[in-house]
């Protein structure tokens, strides 16, 4: 299995730092947020790690991922034109056609400091996943409708107007060898981008949905106030 780190995005809601340098090297307590997501692969014994990121910032992803990890293989796919976070998974898949992918987004927080052996578990059972949390905001998320007796998935419905369920995309995902090689980048939308929901919801059939349970912290770290929160989240954990 291949760990992707998606950390091509340009960050403008954390203007003006992003002006200058990349939201991922941007700090959580006293750790770049990219740090996070690569930990994430850690916990999960990944050993073959792809980060997809903007070739001027490719030193420096390197420089901070060789001071805090050790894995086996590290691959670096360039995006220097950001079309979407499906866009970035399909980079990706065009490299490493024959391996299956766990994709996190380089910018959100998902730990659970009691142990991560859910994601684990689900990860070794199951070929494709939908990763949710609960979340009181849904407004602001990829948000999971579900059937009537809440047991299917019938799609996502990306910042919906009214809530669908409490039930949020968290940013990880498992995609298998198969179903990334059935990427297409079609149609942008009205962000002028290639989104991975429509994608999800294309083959919603062949995903397995877990909702993880409320020992996982979630932060999206897209905005100042959500880096403070997760700042209060760590301070409470002096090991981490």
């Known amino acids: 299995m291949l760990g992707v780190a998606l950390a091509g995005g340009k960050g403008t809601r954390l203007n003006p730092l992003t002006k200058i340098y990349n939201k991922h090297f941007l700090l959580v307590k006293n750790k770049p947020i990219i740090f996070y997501c690569l930990k994430q692969f850690q916990l999960l014994k990944i050993q073959n790690i792809c980060v997809v ?12 991922i060789d001071y805090y990890f050790n894995f086996k293989n590290i691959y670096y796919v360039n995006q220097n034109n950001p079309k979407g976070v499906l866009h970035g998974i399909n980079l990706v898949k065009k490299k490493f056609r024959k391996s299956d ?27 494709n996943i939908i990763f949710s949390v609960r979340s009181k905001n849904v407004k602001d998320y990829g948000n999971l409708y579900f059937s009537k007796n809440k047991k299917k998935l019938i799609k996502i419905i990306e ?7 409490d039930y949020i995309l968290c940013g990880l995902l498992k995609v298998s060898s198969d179903l990334a090689n059935k990427i297409k980048l079609n149609k942008k939308s009205k962000r002028n981008e290639y989104e991975w929901v429509d994608f999800i919801n294309e083959y919603i059939e062949l995903f397995s949905t877990v909702k993880l349970n409320s020992s996982y912290k979630w932060v999206d770290l897209g905005t100042f106030e959500r880096l403070n929160f997760a700042n209060r989240i760590l301070n409470k954990h002096e090991n981490f």
């Not at 903007?54 to 992803?61: R, V």
């Not at 910018?107 to 684990?120: A, M, R, T, V």
């Not at 910042?159 to 369920?165: E, G």
């Open 53 to 64: 990121c903007n070739s001027k910032d490719y030193k420096s992803f390197k420089l901070i």
């Open 101 to 127: 992918l766990l994709i996190n987004l380089g910018d959100h927080f998902l730990f659970n400091f009691k142990g991560n052996n859910e994601i684990y578990k689900n990860i070794n059972n199951f070929e």
């Open 159 to 165: 910042k919906p107007t009214r809530p669908y369920s």
